[in-house]
């Protein structure tokens, strides 16, 4: 059973940086090849994914909102996964969950969250203006 457990969210003012991070269990990244995702969900809007990376071949890919602000990375010895997120904007703001899945996804499906089978509990991230 894979599990997730992020971190690193809080409060920031417009312009600031955060880093989340998100450790897996159950699984290791050498013996699986795993798609890990970052998505996010604001009050009343539907969860959108942000950015996701292919731990066979570190594909990436990233929401055009995001495009040029956040970074996402993995590192395989900790079995953790990391967003890096600059220049943040109010918008920004949401309870961000990590994700993952067996199953390699293209540019098509890598943001979708209905192509995830593990997710974590979430981690809030807010933006002041």
């Known amino acids: 059973q894979v599990q997730l457990v992020e971190s690193g969210g809080g409060s920031v003012q417009a312009g600031g940086s955060l880093r989340l991070s998100c450790v897996g269990s159950g699984y290791t990244y050498s013996n699986f090849y795993l798609t890990l995702g970052w998505f996010r969900q604001a009050p009343g809007k539907e969860r959108e994914g942000v950015a996701s990376?292919?731990?066979?071949?570190?594909?990436?890919y990233y929401a055009d909102s995001v495009k040029g602000r956040f970074t996402i990375s993995r590192d395989s010895a900790k079995n953790t996964l990391y967003l890096q997120m600059n220049s943040l904007k109010p918008e920004d703001t949401a309870t961000y969950y990590c994700a993952a899945d067996k199953n390699s996804k293209g540019s098509l499906s890598a943001l979708r969250r209905q192509e995830y089978t593990y997710w974590g509990q979430g981690t809030q991230v807010t933006v002041s203006s």
């Open positions: 990376i292919y731990t066979g071949g570190g594909n990436t």
